[in-house]
Nanobody
Framework: QVQLEESGGGLVQAGASLNLSCTIS????????MGWFRQFPGKDREFVAA????????VYADSVKGRFAISRDHPKRKSYLRMNTLKPEDTAVYFC???????????????WGQGTQVTVSS
């Protein structure tokens, strides 16, 4: 059974940084692309960033471009989302997910983690 587990969320002040992690299991699962999404209360999930697992091709939402960075570690089977210069409007539950390509459409993602809360105070 494929499982994704996020970690690294928390409460920070505006301007601070956080580094989210996503661990993929089992090791036999072939990962083609990883994506990060976030969800605000009462809203649909919103695309944040995605990366192709093999060549590292990445794509970002305009709202986070220049502040957030997605990366991956092949041996550890982890995806990371480095979030810098956080703003109160970044407050949301953040999810990682897998897909065949690094697409911004959540409908293209097949496996999802449970999410990790990020809260940015002003």
């Amino acid at each position: 059974q494929v499982q994704l587990e996020e970690s690294g969320g928390g409460l920070v002040q505006a301007g601070a940084s956080l580094n989210l992690s996503c661990t993929i299991s089992p090791r036999s699962f072939i990962t083609y692309a990883m994506g990060w999404f976030r969800q605000f209360p009462g809203k649909d999930r919103e695309f944040v960033a995605a990366m192709a697992w093999d060549d590292g091709t990445d794509v970002y939402a305009d709202s986070v471009k220049g502040r957030f960075a997605i990366s991956r570690d092949h041996p550890k089977r982890k995806s990371y989302l480095r979030m810098n210069t956080l703003k109160p409007e970044d407050t949301a539950v953040y999810f990682c997910a897998t897909a065949k390509t690094p697409t911004p459409d959540p409908r293209d993602y097949d496996y999802w983690g449970q999410g990790t809360q990020v809260t940015v105070s002003s």
